[in-house]
């Protein structure tokens, strides 16, 4: 998408022009957990810095976009936490800019389908925009002028959309990953798409207290289960292919994934106030501990890629939802409370300490952990700061609301009807699509910005471009197929994917990969954790940059390509080729993912450049 440079508010300017110049005085922020006044103030500053990357609200902006490289996802979950920041603060200034935001984006169906994006549209995208709108039912932000679609409403139209594209064909059910075939990631189904969703049917229960949707969490809990996303260990996990039955699980674990059913599980309790919802959901609050790291092991970390440098932009943002979620769930299972705030209190300090960054001295990044800001700078570092920030004054807030209990969203349950069952985006022609992608082909480049860790390397190919796969890899001086090698945790689980993402007609023939479940059972999820901190890394994400209006979404999860060349041909895979086949090449790979490792400088001191590479 286009975008025209535009002036930054006049109050940001100010802003922005005053810190520049006090910069070297800046101050780290000293937050007190226990004051609601510290925690207002100095969450009042961190909304601000977040939003002056949001141009949506002034003139010439699209309300709810940020802009590039932002994804459409991410602004939905920032307006979530505008919905938030008005929760706990009541500093009503930036409820026009989040209403304005959340209805700008509903689309034509109004169900969080808009025309801009259904092209790369996820379940989990949408996703994040229905828990932002449930959010407002819940904590009774203002309603929408009756006009207007309602909090509530839109929820129920998401959730309607989505229960409709179960899937019980492929995995035994499910909801894949992408929304439209020819998407990258219409083969993979994900944890975060379950997760939203089953958070979703939970919170609508509880608000409607309708049990449709209750059954439906616990049909998507039970597939989670049945499939080993969540594993014996409570582990939430990030997904698999439709090709292997998912059985070749990314063994990475993501805070937000962990977050979404967290949060689901402690509706359901609410909801149902059944035992078995209370031990899930202690049972999967105690496997988050893996996500808290430093000396007393209480700040919150992205584990699978912060040691390593390694997150990208949607992942630096993962931090902010759990936050979020660990303090929502005080409110439906007030028994968590003890359990969770020393975490909570803990990681915002922490947070909070080291925002002293970019020209106003008072950004946020990334790390919590290190005591020092480690000069990363976006919207993800600003929102989870912020809602970090905030939960410490849960307790003082009151508990969401419930249609019985002062909820006024007004809901439509059959909302969402018109996508029930569309398969195509709304807006451009399938016939249109396919000829601006050509077009677009001729100067695809493939950015691989970044690299791995424990060892899965995913490789995309576009499926827009009119080459076949085959030709595509060809420019990559590796095998036909390609692939990599892989390892994880330590000699335990090992994972070896060759993900092949591509033109329909060569879906599933090529994929060839291997589940990293084999001795999952027996390792623990310290231990997994510790192994894949201590792995090499190889992980890179890999980002289409695209010409024409349509951004190719690709991922929020890391993807992989090989850094070093030589590997990438080192685990060479046919098409077709099953598991016992690739099982035997582990040895071999992690071998030499290791000497890989060996012969790399250090991980986190070395930045890997961005890698171009000509999809030619
Ligand atoms: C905040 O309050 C909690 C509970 O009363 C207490 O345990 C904690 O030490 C306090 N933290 C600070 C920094 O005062
Ligand atoms: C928000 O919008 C309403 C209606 O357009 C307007 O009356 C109100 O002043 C606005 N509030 C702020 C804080 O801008
Ligand atoms: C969709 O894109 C067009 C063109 O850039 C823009 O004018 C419009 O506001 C966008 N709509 C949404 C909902 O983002
Ligand atoms: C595929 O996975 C589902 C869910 O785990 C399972 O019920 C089904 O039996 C599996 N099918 C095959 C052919 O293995
Ligand atoms: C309950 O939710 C289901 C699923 O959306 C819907 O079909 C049904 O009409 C709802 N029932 C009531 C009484 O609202
Ligand atoms: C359900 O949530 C309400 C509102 O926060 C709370 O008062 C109640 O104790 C919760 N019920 C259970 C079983 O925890
Ligand atoms: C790439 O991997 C090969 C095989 O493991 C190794 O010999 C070579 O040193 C590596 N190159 C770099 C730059 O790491």
Redesign the pocket.
């Known amino acids: 998408m286009l975008r025209t440079p535009q002036w930054p508010g006049l109050g940001r300017l100010l802003t922005a022009t005053l810190l520049l110049t006090g910069g070297p005085l800046a101050v780290a922020y000293n937050l007190?957990?226990?004051s609601t006044e510290s925690v207002t103030a100095i969450a009042k500053q961190m909304a601000e810095d977040m939003l002056s990357f949001y141009h949506g609200d002034q003139p010439g902006g699209t309300p709810g976009l940020l802009p590039n490289p932002y994804y459409w996802w991410e602004a939905g979950a920032m307006m979530g936490s505008l919905v938030d920041y008005w929760y706990y603060t009541k500093d009503d200034s930036y409820n026009n800019l989040t209403t304005q935001g959340l209805l700008y984006q509903v689309g034509d169906t109004i169900d969080y389908m808009p025309r801009n994006q259904t092209l790369t549209e996820g379940n989990d995208d949408q996703g994040f925009w229905a828990l932002a709108v449930m959010s407002a039912a819940e904590s009774r932000f203002p309603n929408p002028p009756a006009d207007k679609p309602q909090w509530l409403a839109l929820a129920q139209a998401v959730f309607n959309t989505q229960a409709a594209r179960w899937d019980p064909e492929h995995c035994g059910g499910g909801l894949r990953w992408q929304i439209f075939k020819w998407n990258n990631g219409f083969d993979y189904k994900n944890s975060i798409s379950q997760g939203c969703f089953f958070a979703l049917g939970a919170r609508l229960a509880l608000y409607t207290g309708n049990n449709s949707y209750a059954d439906w969490a616990e049909k998507t809990w039970d597939w989670m289960v049945g499939v080993d996303f969540i594993d014996e260990n409570w582990r939430v996990l990030d997904g698999a292919h439709i090709g292997h039955n998912c059985t070749d699980i990314t063994p990475y674990q993501f805070t937000y994934n962990a977050g979404t059913f967290i949060l689901g599980a402690a509706a359901m309790y609410n909801h149902t106030k059944d035992q078995r919802w209370k031990d899930r959901l202690d049972k999967l609050l105690d496997a988050t501990k893996v996500f808290f790291t430093g000396p007393d092991k209480n700040i919150m970390t992205e584990v699978a890629c912060e040691p390593v440098d390694r997150c990208n932009l949607d992942q630096q943002s993962f931090k902010a939802y759990l936050s979020r979620w660990l303090a929502a769930i005080t409110k439906w299972a007030p028994h968590t409370y003890d359990y969770v705030?020393?975490y909570l209190?803990a990681s915002a300090?922490a947070a909070a300490k080291q925002c002293v960054g970019g020209q106003n001295g008072r950004m946020c990044g990334l790390k919590w952990n290190q005591d020092k800001y480690d000069a990363s700078t976006g919207v993800g570092q600003q929102m989870a700061a912020m809602e970090v920030t905030l939960s410490c004054i849960v307790k003082d807030r009151a508990a969401p609301a419930t249609q019985n209990t002062g909820g006024t969203s007004k809901g439509s349950p059959g909302a969402g009807g018109d996508d029930i069952g569309r398969d195509q985006p709304n807006g451009p022609s399938y016939k249109d699509i396919t000829a601006g992608d050509k077009a677009g082909a001729a100067i695809l480049t493939l950015l691989v910005t970044c690299s791995m860790i424990a060892g899965i390397v995913w490789i995309f190919i576009d499926e827009a471009s009119d080459k076949t796969p085959m030709q595509q890899f060809s420019g990559f001086h590796s095998s036909a197929t390609a692939s990599i090698a892989a390892f994880a945790a330590g000699g335990g689980a090992a994972a070896v994917l060759l993900l092949k993402k591509g033109a329909q007609e060569f879906n599933e023939k090529t994929a060839a990969a291997v589940s990293p479940v084999s001795e999952r059972s027996s390792r623990s999820s310290a231990d997994n954790n510790r192994a894949i901190e201590e792995a090499p890394f190889t992980i890179c994400h890999v980002r289409n940059q695209n010409v024409g209006n349509h951004e190719q979404r690709l991922s929020n999860m890391p993807l992989g390509w090989p850094h070093n060349r030589s590997l990438r041909g080192s685990t060479v895979m046919e098409p077709g080729q099953g598991w016992a086949r690739s099982t035997r090449d582990l040895d071999g790979a992690r071998q030499s993912d290791n000497e890989a490792g060996h012969s790399m400088p250090s991980a986190s001191s070395k930045s890997m450049p961005g890698r171009r590479e000509s999809a030619e």
């Open positions: 007190d957990p226990n705030m020393p209190r300090v």
